[in-house]
T-cell receptor, first 115, second 117 residues
Framework: AQKITQTQPGMFVQEKEAVTLDCTYD???????LFWYKQPSSGEMIFLIY??????QNATEGRYSLNFQKARKSANLVISASQLGDSAMYFC????????????FGTGTRLTIIP | DVKVTQSSRYLVKRTGEKVFLECVQD?????MFWYRQDPGLGLRLIYF???????EKGDIPEGYSVSREKKERFSLILESASTNQTSMYLC????????????????FGPGTRLTVT
């Protein structure tokens, strides 16, 4: 069984600072994918970034990067130069590759950017 | 630019009613998922399907069933709605390339906020 853990229920960060949102996972699968999503107050789930377990380089998408440490089973999201619009819930998720692909989410981190 | 649609944004039902939540995707994705989202609990997987007529229980399937007769449509059914099923319901569809890989395509619907009174 797979499990995603996000230990930070809430975070407050000053605007323009970098922020790291923690995510650890537990799986016995050798091949899997890791996702981060943003959910603003409007409710829609917005895909941010994806990392495959066999990808040798950390994924980056604009101001988002994923700090993937496979041995530690961690996949932290780093947001550089935070903006007020980054205030939202952030969810980490994982899916095993091959067979029945069950996409499992963590409980989320509420990020608030302070002007 | 339609990707994933859900039949209702808001729904109010009475205890004991049978409730159908519909999800349709237009991307020919194999995998579809139903989640419920509650404060402090994140997204919890109810059921998922990786092919037509195939379904798998997620983490909290009790009180729910699903149907996938066509690839594009995945329905969530509450056989006899109860007040503890008041929640936000999110549908998602996903397509992954062959493992190991770095390709994917995944979208969520806008959600259905269900209230059971």
């Amino acid at each position: 069984a797979q499990k995603i853990t996000q230990t930070q229920p809430g975070m407050f960060v000053q605007e323009k600072e970098a922020v790291t949102l923690d995510c650890t996972y537990d799986t016995s699968d050798q091949s899997y994918g890791l996702f981060w999503y943003k959910q603003p107050s409007s409710g829609e789930m917005i895909f941010l970034i994806y990392q495959g377990s066999y990808d040798e380089q950390n994924a980056t998408e604009g101001r988002y990067s994923l700090n993937f440490q496979k041995a530690r089973k961690s996949a932290n999201l780093v947001i550089s130069a935070s903006q007020l619009g980054d205030s939202a819930m952030y969810f980490c998720a994982m899916i095993p590759h091959g067979g029945n692909e069950k996409l499992t989410f963590g409980t989320g981190t509420r990020l608030t950017i302070i002007p | 630019d339609v990707k994933v649609t859900q039949s209702s944004r808001y729904l109010v039902k009475r205890t004991g009613e049978k409730v159908f939540l519909e999800c349709v995707q237009d991307m020919d994705h194999e995998n579809m998922f139903w989640y419920r989202q509650d404060p402090g609990l994140g997204l919890r997987l109810i059921y998922f399907s990786y092919d037509v007529k195939m379904k798998e229980k997620g983490d909290i399937p009790e009180g729910y069933s699903v149907s996938r007769e066509k690839k594009e449509r995945f329905s969530l059914i509450l056989e006899s709605a109860s007040t503890n099923q008041t929640s936000m319901y999110l549908c998602a569809s996903l397509s992954l390339g062959l493992a190991p890989q770095s390709s994917y395509e995944q979208y969520f619907g806008p959600g259905t906020r269900l209230t059971v009174t």
